[in-house]
C-alpha cells in the first residue's frame, strides 16, 4: 500500500519534473532556432561569470526576471479568478501528462511498474478530458481582466480551442479503429507490431493521413502562431494582456506544456511512443536475422530515450512550422477548422473503415 | 472510501454553492466543479469511460456554452431579486418543501442494508469501453440512431432559427 503510493509519487514527481525542465529549455530552444532560421545570433545576453554557455543562463535569468516583477490585478477586474485562472492553465495541462507512457512495464523482483501514472482504460479520452478544461485557464483570464480586448482574446481562444478538440478528436477515430483500444499504453503495445515482417506497424504509417490532420488540429490547440489569434503577441491583444509576473509567465509557461503535450501524443499515437524498431524485451531482433540481446534495464532506458528523442523531434518541428508560417486570419482560422479540416478527418474515419472490411472479408 | 467522501462532499458544498451563489458567473463555475467532483465519484465505480466523457461533454464543452451565454449577457451584475421578482423566490421554496416532502416516503422506505458496500457486487466491467460500445451499438442500435436523428432535428432548426437567409 505505501510502497505503491510512493513508487506513484516518485512517477509524478520525475514526470512533472521532466516536462518543466523541457519546457523551460523549449524557450531556449524557440529563440536559438528563430535566431539560426532568421540569421541572427539569437540570445547570449545573460552571461554567469562570463560563461555564454549558447545563451542557456537566459532560462534563468528570464523566470528570476519574471519573479521580481509586480503582480498587479486590474482594478475593477475578479481577483480570485484573476488568480485561478493561470492556476488552472498549467494544472490542467501537466495533469494531461499523467495518461501518456514514457516506457514499457519494468519489473523489480516481484513487482511490476508501469512507466506510466495513470493507468487508465480511457487514457486518450482522460487527456482529451484535461485539455477542455484547459480551455477554462483562458477563458477565466480573458474574463476576470476587466478589459475589453482581453474578453475578446478569452472569447477568440475558447472558441478557437473548442472547434479544433472536436477535429482533433474526429482525426483520432481512424487510428482508434485500427488499434481498437483507447488504452495508451496498449496503443503503443500495438505499434510495435511488424508489417510484412520488416516495417513497424507505427501510426504514422497506418494513418498518414490522420497524422497530418492531427498535427494540425493540435498545433490549433496550442495556440501558436499561425493559430495565435487568442494572444497575438505582436499586434492583437490577447487574453493575458492584463497579467504581470509570474501569473503571465505561467500562461507563457502554458503554451510550451501545450507544444510538448501535442508532441509527446504525437509521439504516442503516430510515432510508435516508447517502441523502437525491432528492439523487444530481451534485444533486438532484426528482420534480416541477427540478434543482439540486451539486459532488461539496457532495453527500458533505449525505450525511455526514444520516446524522449521523439517528443523532442515533433518539438522541433513544432518551432520549424511556429518560424516559417504566417498567421491566419481569424475567418480562415475557422473556415480551415469546420469547412477542411472536420470533413477530411471524418473522411479519413470512411476510409479506414472500408479498407478495414475490405482487410478482414479477404 | 475517504475519497468518496472527499468527493461527495465537494459535490454537494458546490451543489449548494451554484443555488446560494449571487452571481450568474460562479453559480456556473461551481457547477462546473460539481460536474468534475461527479466524474471523480464516477471513477470510483470504476466506470472511467463515464467519467472521461463527463468531463469532456459536460464540464468542458456544455458548461463553456453556459458561460459564453452569461458572459455575453450579463457579465458583472451581481443580480439581487428585484421587488418585483420577489414571488419567484418565494415560489422556489414553496417548489422546494414540496419536493422534499414527496421524497420523505421514499427516504424512509430507503433499506440502507440493502445498498452494496463496494462496486464487486456488480457485473464485471460495466464501464468499460468496450463493453458500453457492444451495448449502444448492438442491443441498442434503433434507440441509439434515433437519438441521433433527434440531435439533428435539433441542429437544422438552430441553424434556421439563427440565420435569417438561409
Same mark, same amino acid.
Given at each position: 500500500?505505501?510502497?505503491?503510493?510512493?513508487?506513484?509519487?516518485?512517477?509524478?514527481? #520525475?514526470?512533472?519534473?521532466?516536462?518543466?525542465?523541457?519546457t523551460?529549455?523549449l524557450?531556449w530552444?524557440?529563440r536559438?532556432?528563430?535566431?539560426?532560421?532568421?540569421?541572427?545570433?539569437g540570445?547570449?545576453?545573460?552571461?554567469?561569470?562570463?560563461?555564454r554557455?549558447?545563451?542557456?543562463?537566459?532560462?534563468?535569468?528570464?523566470?528570476?526576471k519574471?519573479?521580481?516583477?509586480?503582480?498587479?490585478?486590474?482594478?475593477?477586474?475578479?481577483?480570485?479568478?484573476?488568480?485561478v485562472a493561470? %492556476?488552472?492553465?498549467?494544472?490542467?495541462?501537466l495533469?494531461?501528462?499523467?495518461?501518456?507512457?514514457f516506457?514499457?512495464?519494468?519489473?523489480?523482483?516481484s513487482?511490476?511498474?508501469?512507466?506510466?501514472?495513470?493507468?487508465?482504460?480511457v487514457?486518450?479520452?482522460?487527456?482529451?478530458a484535461?485539455?477542455?478544461?484547459?480551455i477554462?485557464?483562458?477563458?477565466?483570464?480573458?474574463f476576470s481582466?476587466?478589459?475589453?480586448?482581453?474578453?475578446?482574446?478569452?472569447?477568440?481562444a475558447s472558441s478557437?480551442?473548442?472547434?479544433?478538440?472536436?477535429?482533433?478528436?474526429?482525426? %483520432? #477515430?481512424?487510428?482508434l479503429?485500427i488499434f481498437?483500444?483507447?488504452? %495508451?499504453?496498449?496503443?503503443?503495445?500495438?505499434?510495435?507490431?511488424?508489417?510484412?515482417?520488416?516495417?513497424?506497424?507505427?501510426?504514422?504509417?497506418?494513418?498518414?493521413?490522420?497524422? %497530418?490532420?492531427?498535427?494540425?488540429a493540435?498545433?490549433?490547440?496550442?495556440?501558436r502562431?499561425?493559430?495565435?489569434?487568442?494572444e497575438g503577441?505582436?499586434?492583437i491583444?490577447?487574453?493575458?494582456?492584463?497579467?504581470?509576473s509570474m501569473k503571465?509567465?505561467?500562461?507563457?509557461?502554458?503554451?510550451?506544456?501545450e507544444t510538448?503535450?501535442?508532441?509527446?501524443?504525437?509521439?504516442?499515437?503516430?510515432?510508435?511512443?516508447?517502441?523502437?524498431?525491432?528492439?523487444?524485451?530481451?534485444?533486438?531482433h532484426?528482420?534480416?536475422?541477427?540478434?543482439?540481446?540486451?539486459?532488461?534495464?539496457?532495453v527500458?532506458?533505449?525505450?525511455?530515450?526514444?520516446?524522449g528523442?521523439?517528443?523532442?523531434?515533433?518539438?522541433?518541428?513544432?518551432?520549424?512550422?511556429?518560424w516559417?508560417?504566417?498567421?491566419?486570419?481569424?475567418?480562415?482560422?475557422?473556415?480551415l477548422?469546420?469547412?477542411?479540416?472536420?470533413?477530411?478527418?471524418v473522411?479519413?474515419?470512411?476510409l479506414?473503415?472500408?479498407?478495414l472490411?475490405?482487410?478482414q472479408?479477404? | 472510501?475517504?475519497?468518496?467522501?472527499?468527493?461527495?462532499?465537494?459535490?454537494?458544498a458546490a451543489?449548494?454553492?451554484?443555488?446560494?451563489?449571487?452571481?450568474?458567473?460562479?453559480s456556473?463555475?461551481f457547477?462546473?466543479?460539481?460536474?468534475?467532483?461527479l466524474?471523480?465519484?464516477?471513477?470510483?465505480?470504476?466506470?472511467?469511460?463515464?467519467?472521461?466523457?463527463?468531463?469532456?461533454?459536460?464540464?468542458?464543452?456544455?458548461?463553456v456554452?453556459?458561460?459564453?451565454?452569461?458572459?455575453?449577457?450579463?457579465?458583472?451584475?451581481?443580480?439581487?431579486?428585484?421587488?418585483?421578482?420577489?414571488?419567484l423566490?418565494?415560489?422556489?421554496?414553496?417548489?422546494?418543501?414540496?419536493?422534499?416532502?414527496?421524497?420523505?416516503?421514499?427516504?424512509?422506505?430507503?433499506?440502507?442494508?440493502?445498498?452494496?458496500?463496494?462496486?464487486?457486487?456488480?457485473?464485471?466491467?460495466?464501464g468499460?469501453t468496450?463493453?458500453?460500445?457492444?451495448?449502444?451499438?448492438?442491443?441498442?442500435?434503433?434507440p441509439?440512431?434515433?437519438?441521433?436523428?433527434?440531435?439533428?432535428?435539433a441542429?437544422?432548426?438552430?441553424?434556421?432559427?439563427?440565420?435569417?437567409?438561409?
Open positions: 500500500m505505501w510502497i505503491d503510493l510512493v513508487i506513484l509519487f516518485t512517477k509524478a514527481f #520525475v514526470l512533472i519534473n521532466a516536462v518543466l525542465i523541457l523551460s529549455f524557450t530552444m524557440e536559438k532556432q528563430s535566431a539560426v532560421m532568421q540569421d541572427r545570433l540570445a547570449n545576453r545573460a552571461p554567469i561569470f562570463g560563461v554557455a549558447f545563451g542557456l543562463p537566459h532560462i534563468l535569468a528570464d523566470a528570476l519574471m519573479f521580481f516583477k509586480e503582480d498587479y490585478v486590474p482594478p475593477g477586474g475578479d481577483k480570485l479568478l484573476h488568480t493561470p %492556476l488552472a492553465a498549467v494544472f490542467f495541462a495533469m494531461s501528462f499523467a495518461a501518456i507512457p516506457g514499457d512495464a519494468i519489473r523489480v523482483g513487482r511490476e511498474i508501469k512507466l506510466q501514472v495513470l493507468e487508465l482504460d487514457g486518450l479520452l482522460f487527456v482529451f484535461m485539455m477542455s478544461m484547459g477554462y485557464g483562458t477563458f477565466l483570464a480573458g481582466s476587466n478589459n475589453k480586448f482581453a474578453f475578446l482574446g478569452g472569447l477568440r478557437q480551442m473548442i472547434s479544433y478538440e472536436i477535429t482533433m478528436g474526429a482525426t %483520432l #477515430v481512424g487510428l479503429m481498437k483500444t483507447l488504452d %495508451l499504453n496498449q496503443i503503443v503495445r500495438e505499434q510495435g507490431q511488424l508489417l510484412w515482417g520488416w516495417l513497424p506497424s507505427w501510426g504514422i504509417i497506418l494513418q498518414p493521413f490522420g497524422f %497530418l490532420l492531427f498535427l494540425t493540435g498545433f490549433a490547440e496550442t495556440k502562431v499561425p493559430f495565435d489569434l487568442p503577441e505582436s499586434e491583444i490577447g487574453y493575458f494582456v492584463e497579467y504581470s503571465f509567465g505561467a500562461f507563457f509557461m502554458v503554451d510550451f506544456v510538448i503535450l501535442i508532441a509527446a501524443l504525437t509521439a504516442t499515437l503516430f510515432l510508435g511512443g516508447w517502441q523502437m524498431p525491432y528492439l523487444y524485451g530481451d534485444g533486438f532484426f528482420p534480416w536475422g541477427t540478434t543482439h540481446s540486451l539486459s532488461s534495464a539496457s527500458t532506458i533505449l525505450q525511455v530515450a526514444s520516446f528523442i521523439k517528443v523532442l523531434f515533433v518539438c522541433w518541428l513544432m518551432l520549424l512550422i511556429r516559417t508560417l504566417p498567421r491566419f486570419r481569424y475567418d480562415q482560422l475557422m473556415r477548422g469546420w469547412k477542411i479540416l472536420l470533413p477530411l478527418s473522411a479519413n474515419i470512411f479506414t473503415g472500408f479498407f472490411i475490405l482487410l472479408s479477404r | 472510501m475517504m475519497l468518496f467522501y472527499l468527493l461527495g462532499t465537494i459535490a454537494l451543489a449548494v454553492n451554484v443555488v446560494a451563489q449571487r452571481r450568474v458567473f460562479y456556473a463555475l457547477l462546473i466543479i460539481c460536474l468534475c467532483a466524474s471523480g465519484l464516477y471513477m470510483l465505480l470504476q466506470a472511467p469511460f463515464i467519467a472521461a466523457v463527463q468531463v469532456i461533454v459536460y464540464a468542458g464543452a456544455i458548461m456554452l453556459f458561460l459564453f451565454v452569461i458572459m455575453l449577457l450579463d457579465p458583472f451584475s451581481a443580480v439581487p431579486l428585484s421587488e418585483k421578482k420577489r414571488y423566490g418565494y415560489l422556489g421554496i414553496a417548489m422546494g418543501t414540496a419536493t422534499l416532502v414527496l421524497l420523505v416516503p421514499f427516504l424512509l422506505s430507503y433499506d440502507l442494508s440493502r445498498v452494496p458496500r463496494n462496486v464487486t457486487g456488480m457485473a464485471a466491467g460495466t468499460i468496450r463493453r458500453i460500445g457492444e451495448t449502444i451499438f448492438k442491443e441498442y442500435l434503433l441509439f440512431e434515433v437519438t441521433s436523428v433527434l440531435i439533428l432535428v441542429i437544422i432548426g438552430a441553424v434556421i432559427l439563427g440565420k435569417k437567409k438561409i
